[in-house]
């Protein structure tokens, strides 16, 4: 079972009605994206992460953990929003009160720096972000899966829609089972104990990942078959 399943299902929220569950995540999406104040996004985040560790009980190390790698990638982005370049002839344009720090080079022609403008467009559409995705969070840690199916169907969620998202999710955590149990092999063969056998085992890892999921794919689709599956997931 993934950490998010178990999480899911054990939190102190996990019997909460899944309607207002749903609704709340909804809004508060809704909310990050037309927000246009930097210290409201950054009020709301906030308080969806709290809401997410305190009150419904999921534990700080591991949610930590979780939103870590989307907040470095959403970095990264963020700073080419923040960074300005251009030729120096451009830089006659702005104004040298627009900057907030010294520019890092001006010469042979080219020129960087960061402008209030700037600085406050990439912290705004980061902490938008920000409230985005722990919302999200907010939703899969603290909403089983079968609420969630349970609260599309309600709403007349396409049946396509449904099945598509339920098998993603099952492949999901099939895609990181295998991948835990094969690296845990190779592990305990020392294949990563230097930088050649660590590019050998990865190889080694992606080509036996892509035939088990395949496998994996054949017996789920025979399963299907045998239970004559209809294209509906029928939940309480």
């Given at each position: 079972m993934l950490i998010i399943d178990r999480f899911a299902y054990t939190n102190r929220l996990s019997r909460a009605n899944p309607y207002i569950k749903v609704l709340l995540s909804v809004l508060l999406i809704f909310v990050s994206i037309i927000n246009?104040?930097?210290?409201?996004?950054?009020?709301?985040?906030v308080c969806i992460m709290a809401l997410t560790v305190?009150?419904?009980?999921?534990?700080?190390?591991?949610?930590?953990?979780?939103?870590?790698?989307?907040?470095?990638?959403?970095?990264?982005?963020?700073?080419?929003?923040?960074?300005?370049?251009?030729?120096?002839?451009?830089?006659?344009?702005?104004?040298?009160?627009d900057y907030i720090?010294?520019?890092?080079?001006?010469?042979?022609?080219?020129?960087?720096?960061?402008?209030?403008?700037?600085l406050r467009n990439g912290l705004l559409l980061g902490f938008r972000s920000v409230c985005g995705i722990v919302s999200m969070y907010f939703l899969i840690l603290t909403t089983p899966c079968t609420q969630q199916i349970k609260v599309m169907k309600k709403i007349r969620v396409p049946a396509v829609f449904i099945e598509l998202y339920v098998l993603t999710y099952r492949f999901i955590a099939v895609f990181f089972e295998e991948a835990i149990q094969i690296h845990a092999a190779q592990k305990?063969?020392?294949?990563?104990?230097?930088?050649?056998n660590s590019m050998n085992s990865l190889a080694i890892l992606v080509k036996t990942l892509y035939v088990r999921m395949m496998i994996r794919f054949k017996d789920m689709e025979s399963i299907l078959e045998i239970k004559h599956f209809d294209g509906n997931f029928y939940v309480d």
């Open positions: 246009s104040n930097l210290y409201g996004a950054l009020a709301i985040a305190l009150y419904a009980g999921i534990p700080a190390a591991a949610y930590i953990k979780m939103v870590l790698p989307p907040f470095i990638y959403l970095s990264i982005s963020i700073l080419t929003i923040i960074l300005i370049f251009g030729s120096s002839g451009n830089v006659l344009n702005i104004s040298d009160a720090y010294l520019r890092v080079f001006n010469h042979a022609g080219i020129f960087m720096g960061i402008t209030k403008a700037s305990m063969k020392f294949g990563y104990v230097n930088y050649r």
